[in-house]
């Protein structure tokens, strides 16, 4: 068999660099693996690491092929996909990726979540908008091999040449017409040791599914409750716990009154755990019940006796001084803040847990699955091996999911009592005892002559950014001097990129250790950072007089952001006669191989600001599913308008103050604008980037710039309504 040529997409995969394996299996079952020669080959010297997702790439290197992939009896095509499903609809991605590459019917493929798999090591993190970037290559050529075996199969079965037979719609069909499903050759193919056709990956040129709009597999058993969450899971025995927890952020049990509780209709047990007291009920009304009547004194939290302004206060100071002075040259500053941020995902945290004395299986959401199975152990002092943790689609995370809170607390209460557990967060608690977005402060100068900037510097203050989800492990995985500094420092450079001409540019980091439950929030740092800059873009162009569009235009440093950019001002009608006290504001962000543009229009005439139209340009290379990029693109807008003009966390004397959606202002139905148009850009020969995080920052910058020139104000302080 000839060596596969490379292509623009695809990179030439011969014999030493791509392995096929078989597992021993009655079907065929495959994935492949990188030979130590080859690994060493494909990274020779020190690696280029431009950004967050080539270090997220590299990571995941040694084991990225990984991938299991099952072809039934039933003719059923099953992925054992180690990425979690959070609504970003990504086994509708991957299962678009198989069919292209097996020729399947997409309705024959089954994408079902991997369980936590430590020989996955640093490629089972869901995060970082990686997962297309990291697994679309693997996944396609060992698709692609498992193709050719089937071919080589039915030619065996028929006695005809291998390379006269095609295939679709999950079966080989010979030239004479006859087929044989997938399925009924699949056992013959796991037999085959050398495809007698090529086993790479098709050219680009002849995807029919990849690149195409499609609808959600999952969208019918979403919508009709069949979809199975956490805690609609049936697991034997598991009963209903809540805990009771502090007032303060992570306060602690000091004495427990519990005598009351456990004598309470339906209470099976209270359990001490280090984050509160558990109370196991035959319902959950009745733990809850039970909880409410426990007399518990706490010890205070790390952060009690503060609020906000003593936060904001040591954010200041944190924020590292100015490097280059003005040097007699004009400047343009500001100064922002942007509050707390409770990621609030549809779903509340929970966890179902069965720990015996030799063993612990535990049900759960997780971005981090590795991680968490490792949390689980540690906590009911087992050896790693001896958990299973079974990750479940999440409905909703923004990163939330990263982290695992509920595993370890239901393992802990399960292995207390000797039963299993299903325990569940409440909104109040998810709310006072989740995981925030980080607090942050911002200094930012610009400095200009004739028209040209000639320096840009942003200093941040930011509350402590909890990594220990899987991230810090990915920077440890690259290698002691491949990647400088702390983590957070790391990962904080990796995010940051300046898309303009803006003369020296620098960003630096001052983190404030606080000990509030933090967590990466849509776009990490730059769902601060980058919309600072945005804003500032805007503030610059007006001091020297200039269109904020045409501006931008001409300081950009890249043609697919000003393609970006000249998109939406196209079609969102950029400077159009608007009525007084409405106005459009425009931004862009570059991030996880891709870029987006946001324009919005904004009325500020009512009671509160309504953006009543959206515009969005999107590049992230070859578009997968173009339906549900524009979907997650629509998503994020209103995102965008939560963040910048409603919703925020406060601190009250150590405690959140918000406890629901009630308080927790996120946009509602009638805050979401009336017109949404997201727009694709046309897919170049690249590989495809990543779209979770990315238009969240250029979305949430364009309602502060639309809000900013509707009402004739500078917005520093985020969100808007305080």
């Known amino acids: 068999m000839a060596e596969p040529t490379a292509t623009p997409d695809q990179p030439a995969v011969g014999r030493r660099r791509f392995l096929t394996y078989v597992i021993a299996a009655p079907t065929l079952t495959m994935g492949a693996s990188l030979s130590a020669e080859t690994a060493s080959e494909a990274t020779p010297g020190l690696p280029d690491i431009v950004d967050l997702t080539d270090a997220l790439v590299l990571a995941a290197a040694p084991t990225v092929h990984n991938l299991v992939v099952e072809i039934t009896p039933a003719n059923r095509v099953v992925v054992q996909l180690p990425r979690e499903e959070v609504g970003q609809g990504i086994t509708t991605t991957f299962a678009m990726i198989v069919a292209e590459e097996l020729d399947a019917r997409l309705a024959d493929v089954e994408v079902r979540l991997q369980d936590a798999t430590p020989a996955n090591l640093m490629n089972q993190l869901t995060g970082g908008s990686a997962s297309v970037s990291v697994l679309y290559q693997p996944m396609r050529e060992v698709t692609a091999a498992m193709r050719a075996r089937l071919v080589t199969a039915a030619a065996h079965r028929w006695g005809l040449p291998a390379g006269s037979l095609s295939t679709r719609d999950t079966m080989v069909i010979a030239p004479d017409g006859r087929t044989a499903g997938y399925g009924s050759l699949s056992a013959d193919a796991a037999r085959v040791l050398l495809p007698e056709v090529s086993a790479a990956p098709k050219d680009p040129t002849r995807f029919t599914v990849i690149g ?53 209709p339906g209470v099976l047990a209270v359990t001490r755990i280090p984050t509160g007291v558990a109370v196991t009920a035959e319902t959950f009304d009745q733990a809850q019940q039970a909880r409410d009547a426990l007399k518990i004194t706490w010890n205070p939290g790390p952060v009690a006796g503060m609020s906000d302004v003593d936060i904001r206060t040591r954010l200041r100071a944190a924020a590292p001084p100015f490097v280059l002075p003005p040097l007699g040259t004009l400047t343009v500053e500001g100064e922002f803040s942007f509050a707390f941020l409770n990621h609030a995902p549809l779903e509340v945290m929970g966890a179902i847990a069965d720990v015996r ?50 595993g370890p607390e239901a393992a802990l209460v399960s292995k207390a009592i000797g039963r299993p557990v299903k325990l569940l967060y409440t909104r109040a608690d998810d709310m006072h005892h989740g995981r925030m977005r980080p607090a942050s402060f911002h200094r930012v100068r610009a400095t200009y002559l004739l028209g040209t900037v000639l320096s840009y510097e942003h200093r941040v203050g930011a509350v402590e950014l909890d990594l220990r989800h899987g991230f810090g492990d990915v920077i440890t995985a690259l290698g002691a001097g491949l990647l400088p500094g702390p983590f957070a420092q790391t990962v904080f450079h990796l995010t940051q990129n300046m898309p303009y001409n803006f003369g020296v540019e620098t960003y630096l980091l001052g983190e404030v250790p606080l000990g509030v439950a933090t967590s990466s929030w849509r776009s990490i740092y730059s769902g601060a950072v980058a919309v600072a800059d945005e804003i500032m873009v805007d503030e610059i162009a007006r001091r020297l007089g200039q269109d904020p569009v045409a501006f931008r235009l001409a300081r950009l440093s890249g043609a697919r952001e000003r393609a970006v950019v000249q998109k939406v001002a196209t079609e969102g009608g950029w400077g159009r006669a608007l009525p007084p006290g409405h106005a459009q504001g425009v931004a862009i962000h570059e991030e996880y191989k891709g870029c987006a543009a946001v324009l919005v229009e904004l009325d500020a005439t009512g009671t509160e600001p309504r953006v009543t139209k959206a515009v969005v340009a999107v590049d992230v290379g070859r578009a997968i599913n173009p339906r549900g990029l524009e979907a997650q693109l629509a998503g994020v807008v209103v995102d965008g308008i939560s963040a910048t003009l409603r919703a925020g966390n406060h601190i ?18 009638r805050h979401s604008p009336l017109q949404t148009e997201v727009h694709v850009m046309p897919p170049s020969t690249g590989k495809p980037g990543g779209a979770g995080e990315l238009g969240f920052p250029a979305a949430a910058a364009a309602v502060a710039n639309a809000y900013a020139r509707a009402t004739g104000t500078r917005p520093r302080s985020f969100p808007i309504a305080g």
């Open 652 to 669: 009250d004397n150590g405690a959140v103050r918000e406890s629901s959606f009630t308080d927790f202002k996120w946009a509602r139905m």
């Open 212 to 264: 195409t709009p499609r609808n959600r597999i999952d969208a019918l058993d979403i919508v009709t409750g069949r979809a199975r969450y956490t805690h609609d899971l049936d697991v034997p025995g598991a009963k209903p716990t809540v805990v009771a927890r502090p007032p303060t952020i992570r306060g602690t049990v000091a004495s427990v009154d519990d005598s009351v509780a456990r004598g309470m």
């Open 357 to 406: 004395a030799d063993r612990a299986e535990v049900w759960m959401r997780s971005k981090s699955p590795i991680p968490a199975q490792a949390a689980v152990a540690a906590a009911v002092g087992l050896p790693q091996s001896a958990v299973t943790l079974h990750p479940i689609r999440g409905g909703g995370s923004f990163g939330r999911g990263l982290f695992f809170d509920a």
